[in-house]
């Protein structure tokens, strides 16, 4: 499974930036029965997790640090996922990666994920 990360950018703080993660895979294979997440790296810093979803979309896990700023949701036919982000502010720079979870259930253990987008930079000026 490949997945394709997009929607990044400069946007200043208080803006809003929506990333998609599209997937793709030999034979059909997909990742609509796969919890699906989005992590971020920011400079100097370790990635780490920001938002979850189920396979199904019926549970999302969320970073305290993006809560009730941060949006994530797929569409399980075109095997999107979405990352809608408000009220950015300047901690929020970082790049960005999708990952697919190794079960239906998300979690925020990058270590459950092993199929990695190739991340998109993400970067909020104050």
């Known amino acids: 499974v490949q997945l394709q990360a997009s929607g990044g950018g400069l946007v200043q703080a208080g803006g809003s930036l929506r990333l998609s993660c599209a997937a793709s895979?030999?034979?059909?294979?997909?990742?609509?029965?796969?919890?699906v997440g989005w992590f971020r790296r920011a400079p100097g810093k370790d990635r780490e997790f920001v938002a979850t979803?189920?396979?199904?979309?019926?549970?999302?896990e969320y970073a305290d640090a993006v809560k009730g700023r941060f949006t994530i949701s797929r569409d399980r036919a075109r095997n999107t996922i979405y990352l809608q982000m408000i009220s950015l502010k300047p901690e929020d720079t970082a790049v960005y990666y999708c990952?697919?979870?190794?079960?239906?259930?998300?979690?925020?253990?990058?270590?459950?994920?092993?199929?990695w987008g190739q991340g998109t930079l993400v970067t909020v000026s104050s």
């Open positions: 990952a697919a979870g190794r079960r239906p259930i998300g979690s925020s253990d990058l270590r459950n994920y092993n199929y």
């Open positions: 979803i189920s396979w199904n979309g019926g549970d999302t």
């Open positions: 895979g030999a034979s059909g294979r997909t990742i609509s029965n796969n919890a």
